[in-house]
């Protein structure tokens, strides 16, 4: 039995590796084998990614590609073996990140698109959004500064990176939109609680899992 490949996608600070957990717990307890995988979380390019990414000499080409060897080595290893046994595949991040964080940095989508094509489109994306604002505040609350990439490269004066990492982080989320458009997928709010967020996901897997029930469909009058 083929299993079910999930992503759950969004800007800097949408919530996605907190729902990530959240919707594990929640599958698992129901009995369904899950394999959680995440961005930069690769046994190949973990270490390599934590260490350049902030590097201010690495092109944002050079970044794309290692984001993409991350994903060839995940996907190797971990995705397509749980696929191959019928397991759910819970993805912190997948394919239209890599993809949207390329494009905004005036990297070419065809391109892009062509280095990333030996991953399968996932069977559902959960694209979570909050205002950018929001977002940059979730940013700040784990750290006291951000990444200079988070905020849109190069580097602003100190009285204009705010309104330049707003900018950034707002393109950022217009071009998930545009994206995530070709594919099945939900938005989900994420500006309020996250208990709140993490149901609108379990209804929007209704259907989509092993054991979960299809939504009813409306009663004609």
Do not use: N
């Amino acid at each position: 039995m083929k299993g079910t490949l999930v992503a759950l996608e969004g800007a800097d600070g949408a919530g996605c590796t907190e729902l990530a957990g959240r919707v594990q717990t929640w599958l698992s307890a129901q009995g369904l084998v899950v394999v959680p995988c995440r961005i930069k979380g690769s046994d190949l390019m973990r270490r390599p990614l934590q260490v350049l990414q902030g590097r201010a000499d690495l092109s944002d080409r050079t970044l794309f590609l290692l984001y993409a060897a991350d994903l060839a080595d995940l996907f190797r290893h971990q995705i397509a073996p749980a696929l191959e046994l019928g397991q759910v595949v819970l993805c912190d991040r997948y394919l239209l990140t890599p993809l949207v964080r390329a494009m905004v940095r005036g990297i070419d989508r065809d391109w892009a698109l062509g280095v990333l094509s030996f991953l399968p489109p996932p069977d559902l994306t959960l694209l979570l959004h909050a205002p950018a604002r929001r977002r940059l505040e979730r940013l700040f609350g784990h750290r006291r500064f951000l990444q200079p990439r988070e905020t849109g490269w190069p580097a602003a004066p100190a009285d204009q990176l705010l309104a330049q990492a707003l900018r950034y982080q707002r393109r950022l989320a217009r071009c998930y939109e545009q994206e995530v458009a070709a594919w099945p997928h939900h938005r989900i709010g994420t500006a309020g609680r996250a208990e709140a967020a993490e149901r609108e996901i379990h209804r929007a897997l209704a259907g989509l899992l092993p054991g979960q029930p299809a939504p009813l469909a409306p009663v004609a009058g």
